[in-house]
């Protein structure tokens, strides 16, 4: 077991499961005490049992990410817990439609990726950033995706959402650029996770058939490149977003 995030404290949002749940457990097997934000109670209780059990530091926080007042409010929890926050990971995101036209895509459903995908992001980045700018050290990082960067069609929610999130990286990256505070986001293509178990065959193959590697990412390897983004060795980078799409970025 590494020590490369003793006595850090690290949020991780959306880490009950898939690939918030990778890098959450990645962190607490390097030595973070991890804060892990969920919606779902029940796979938050049954994550953090899981790692507690496995002599990790966790605690379960019940957020819905979309909400101001219970983001401001758990992470001043956290803060008062802990007395410092060193890393947030906003990994907590909902697909939405799938195989869906623009035509037939209902209203209700675009605002609701809204309120998670990106304001969820905004509100996330600016209370803990604000936390971080006491101490002049943090490291924030935002699960983009390679649908923010080309636009999967069809998904017309999720791909424009991601997007407007690579803008948020880009643009906070570059207000706190010469602090000790990064904000980067990892785009990656599709990932094998319950995420997307419920996407259209015909989406999903779409996806896949662009990758090169004819395959999907794996968590662990989402987990290896974003906890090398929010160690302190990661300090020359900011406001960018890491490809992580088995060669179907090329840019």
Known sequence: MSDRFSKQVAIVTGGADGIGKGIARRLASEGATVA?????????ERTVTEFTNQGYAAQGYRVDI?????????????VNTYD???????????????????????????????????????????????????????RILHMTSIAGKEGNPFMAGYSSMKAGLIGLVKGIGKEYAETGITVNGIAPAVVRTAMNENTAPEQLAYMTAKIPMKRLGTVDEVAALATWIVSKEASFTTGFIFDLSGGRATY
């Open 36 to 44: 892990i934000f969920d919606n779902n109670s029940a796979m938050l």
């Open 66 to 78: 979309s909400q101001e007042d219970e983001v401001k409010q758990a992470i001043q929890t956290v």
């Open 84 to 138: 410092r926050l060193d890393i947030m990971v906003n990994s907590a995101g909902i697909v939405g439609p799938t195989n869906t036209k623009i035509t037939d895509y209902d209203v209700a459903d675009y605002d609701r990726i809204y309120q998670i995908n990106l304001r969820g992001a905004f509100l996330m980045t600016k209370y803990a950033v604000g936390v971080m700018e006491n101490n002049n050290y943090g």
